[in-house]
């Protein structure tokens, strides 16, 4: 990673709290913060003693987006094209590798998370927010389309086609209240507690074996876009056989029959 103090990282155990890290900016997302971003989610796929990530924002924002006077805006000239479409898969890259990691991943929203910082919202598996939490996909506004950084891809996934196209053909804000009631954000939290809960939904997780979590969260990715139940339930079936062979499986079954926790070794 190139500018580490972009994001900062605390390990609690299992559990990795990423922190977005340029407070006096409100977080704007810069190459040099996708370029972080992306050598911590490409290292968690090698990185399973990690179980369960935190995503938050530093200082007042979660974020404000793209920082337009950036070089993600490539100079006029010649190749400009072929510049910008580098600098664009290097941003919506980090939406993939955020899917594609096995480890879940918990946003916690404050303040508001326009543009990239609202996908990298849309990427995360569960949402939190604080009351003056607010977010839009603000890439309309801009000149540019509604679509950017998935958005078009995950937000109907999460709140249904009708909701989607109200906020990315208008980049109009999206506040706690409504994120919840349409369930793009699982609870309104006070700000003094917001990563005392993350933490401790985090550690509910922990309470799973650590390959059923990582298998459910691939499962999910997949099935999202099952073209039928019949193809839901074959891949179903074959991850609970590989997962009925696991000792954790066994150590499951003896922990419940003799009413203790169970102890896993994610064998």
Same mark, same amino acid.
Request: proline share 6%; aromatic share 6%.
């Given at each position: 990673?190139?500018?580490?103090?972009?994001?900062? $990282?605390?390990?609690?155990?299992?559990?990795?709290?990423?922190?977005?890290?340029? !407070?006096?900016?409100?977080?704007?997302?810069? !190459?040099?913060?996708?370029?972080?971003?992306?050598?911590?989610?490409?290292?968690?796929?090698?990185? !399973?003693?990690? @179980?369960?990530?935190?995503?938050?924002?530093?200082?007042?924002?979660?974020? #404000?987006?793209?920082?337009?006077?950036?070089?993600?805006?490539?100079? !006029?000239?010649?190749?400009?094209?072929?510049?910008?479409? @580098?600098?664009?898969?290097?941003?919506?890259? +980090?939406?993939?590798?955020?899917?594609?990691?096995?480890?879940?991943?918990?946003?916690?929203?404050?303040?508001?998370?326009?543009?990239?910082?609202?996908?990298? &919202?849309?990427?995360?598996?569960?949402?939190?927010?604080?009351?003056?939490?607010?977010?839009?996909?603000?890439?309309?506004?801009?000149?540019?389309?509604?679509?950017?950084?998935?958005?078009?891809?995950?937000?109907? @996934?999460?709140?249904?086609?009708? +909701?989607?196209?109200?906020?990315? &053909?208008?980049?109009?804000? &999206?506040?706690?209240?409504?994120?919840?009631?349409?369930?793009?954000?699982?609870?309104?939290?006070? #700000?003094?507690?917001? $990563?005392?809960?993350?933490?401790?939904?985090?550690?509910?997780?922990?309470?799973?074996?650590?390959?059923?979590?990582? $298998?459910?969260?691939?499962?999910?990715? +997949?099935?999202? /876009?099952?073209?039928?139940?019949?193809?839901? &339930? $074959?891949?179903? /079936?074959?991850?609970?056989?590989?997962?009925?062979?696991?000792? /954790?499986?066994?150590?499951?079954?003896?922990?419940? @029959?003799?009413?203790?926790?169970?102890?896993?070794?994610?064998?």
């Amino acid at each position: 990673m190139t500018q580490p103090n972009t994001i900062t $990282l605390e390990t609690r155990g299992a559990i990795e709290i990423l922190t977005l890290n340029r !407070p006096d900016q409100l977080n704007a997302v810069t !190459p040099e913060m996708i370029d972080d971003l992306t050598g911590y989610f490409s290292g968690l796929h090698d990185r !399973p003693t990690t @179980r369960v990530v935190i995503l938050r924002g530093n200082g007042p924002e979660f974020s #404000a987006g793209a920082e337009l006077g950036s070089d993600a805006f490539a100079a !006029p000239g010649k190749g400009r094209p072929q510049r910008q479409l @580098r600098m664009q898969q290097n941003y919506s890259g +980090v939406i993939r590798l955020m899917r594609s990691c096995p480890q879940p991943i918990i946003g916690l929203v404050h303040g508001a998370a326009c543009g990239a910082g609202f996908s990298f &919202l849309l990427a995360c598996d569960v949402r939190f927010a604080t009351p003056d939490a607010r977010m839009n996909a603000a890439y309309i506004r801009i000149g540019v389309g509604g679509c950017d950084m998935g958005s078009g891809y995950l937000l109907p @996934r999460l709140v249904g086609l009708s +909701v989607t196209s109200e906020l990315l &053909l208008t980049g109009r804000f &999206l506040k706690a209240e409504r994120a919840k009631a349409i369930g793009l954000v699982s609870d309104i939290v006070p #700000a003094d507690e917001l $990563l005392a809960r993350g933490l401790e939904f985090a550690s509910e997780m922990l309470r799973v074996s650590p390959m059923g979590l990582r $298998l459910t969260k691939q499962a999910l990715n +997949v099935l999202i /876009d099952a073209p039928s139940l019949d193809a839901a &339930l $074959l891949m179903e /079936d074959r991850q609970q056989v590989i997962l009925l062979e696991t000792n /954790d499986h066994a150590e499951a079954v003896a922990a419940f @029959r003799e009413r203790r926790d169970p102890s896993y070794s994610d064998q």
